[in-house]
């Protein structure tokens, strides 16, 4: 039996994971939790095999919280599940220690499949998430993998106007540790100002800019 964490803040979307996971003979989820802080706090029960990460979470990061709970729990086995198919998004998560990632337009048996293959310890990309990391691969495009996870999740919540105050409140860290996030992610990304810096990230699809 594989015992089951949802990390999902939509309570009506883990409804709807939890209901076709535990209709499964070898699935149950044992825990759910709605942030990275819930989710953390949930590990100190036990009995958790896998979980199954949103990357947006209200008020928190995912990454955040694959990241604190792999360094409680290195046994733990993490599948995201995201709306994102963003190459940057699938190389942090993996980087971080995460087995699998699948989208949300993934179809449910592909959901299912990848929550056995990474409870076995396996590698899973769903369909999309593969050509899309291919995609990139072939374009030769690796300029955000120089940056941390850590100095990534700062870059998206920022050039997505969160202030430094809120950035360092939601990933644990003091305001002058995300400034010299910053520091570090304009010197490895080569830009020498905020807003050529916003330019770069929309190019990598990481923020949308408003038209004229």
Known sequence: MIQIMLVEDHAVVRNGYRRL??????????????S??????CLSAGGIDLAVVDLNLRGSSGLDAIRRMLARERGLKVLVISMHDNPSYVTQAIRLGALGYVTKCSEPDE??????????????????????????????????ARLTPKEFDV??????GEPTASVAETLHLSQKTVSNHMTAIRQKLEVDNDFKLIQLAARFGLVTLSPR
Request: charged fraction near 25%; aromatic fraction near 4%; charge should be negative.
């Open 155 to 160: 870059l998206c919540m920022v050039v997505n």
């Open 21 to 34: 996971l535990d209709a499964e003979g070898d699935m149950r989820v044992v825990a759910e939790a709605a």
């Open 111 to 144: 959901m299912l499949e990848a929550i056995r293959v990474v409870a076995a310890g396996r590698r899973f990309l769903s369909t999309d998430v593969a050509q899309a990391l291919a995609s990139a691969a072939l374009e030769e495009d690796a300029l955000m």
């Open 36 to 41: 990275a802080d819930e989710a953390y706090a």
